[in-house]
């Protein structure tokens, strides 16, 4: 991955959480599983891998192993980027009713941590996460969002989950999804770029 941006490319790093496990959850969700030491780990090696690369955006799920991934890369950056937390970007099957972290659960580890906007424009979260329309839905929502927020010459990241993952990236390429799958391990890096002539390019990078 080059380190400078594009000016001519609208750029989405899709990143998958580091390592976990659901032995320790403490006060959240059985769905919020906590990262194991090796996880722990990861967040410093991605931190690494992505110090020198511009970021203009941060963008995370709501569950702790993802946001403790994108605080890897945060931390790593030195100038205290802003973390906007999406609980849309929630994995797929998640109990029922149940969003993820608050801010202020977050900004327990990271305190430049904000909520983004509702996307869904309810006063409180409110969406599906088991059928298929749902997480249709929610990743659409997700990749306009990114759309109306950032433009050419911007590079995002977003740390989801894998089932989540296999909707955010068809979504973002325009294609049908749950008909193409990804490779997608901890950690792993997958980047979509939206070219000003309207060409849209898939990458994977995990080097």
Do not use: W
């Amino acid at each position: 991955m080059e380190n400078l941006k594009n000016e001519d490319l609208l750029e989405i790093i899709f990143i998958r959480h580091a390592e976990t496990n659901y032995t320790d959850i403490g006060d959240r969700d059985n769905c919020d599983g906590e990262l194991t030491p090796f996880g722990e780990k990861q967040c410093d090696i991605l931190g690494e891998k992505l110090k020198d690369v511009e970021i203009d955006g941060f963008i995370s799920s709501s569950l702790l192993r993802a946001f403790k991934t994108a605080t890897g890369v945060c931390k790593a950056k030195g100038n205290n980027p802003v973390l906007h937390i999406c609980p849309e970007l929630i994995e797929c099957g998640c109990t029922p009713g149940y969003f993820g972290c608050s801010e202020k659960y977050l900004q327990k580890y990271y305190k430049n941590t904000k909520m983004c906007e509702k996307l869904f424009g309810t006063k409180e979260y409110e969406f599906g996460c088991e059928a298929v329309e749902d997480n249709n839905l929610r990743a659409q929502k997700v990749i306009d969002y990114i759309k109306e927020n950032y433009t050419y010459g911007n590079r995002v990241a977003v740390f989801s989950h894998h089932g989540m993952l296999e909707y955010l990236i068809p979504t973002a390429l325009g294609i049908e999804t749950r008909k193409f799958f990804f490779s997608l391990d901890n950690i792993s890096m997958t980047v979509v770029q939206y070219t000003r002539d309207g060409a849209c390019i898939l990458k994977e990078v995990n080097k």
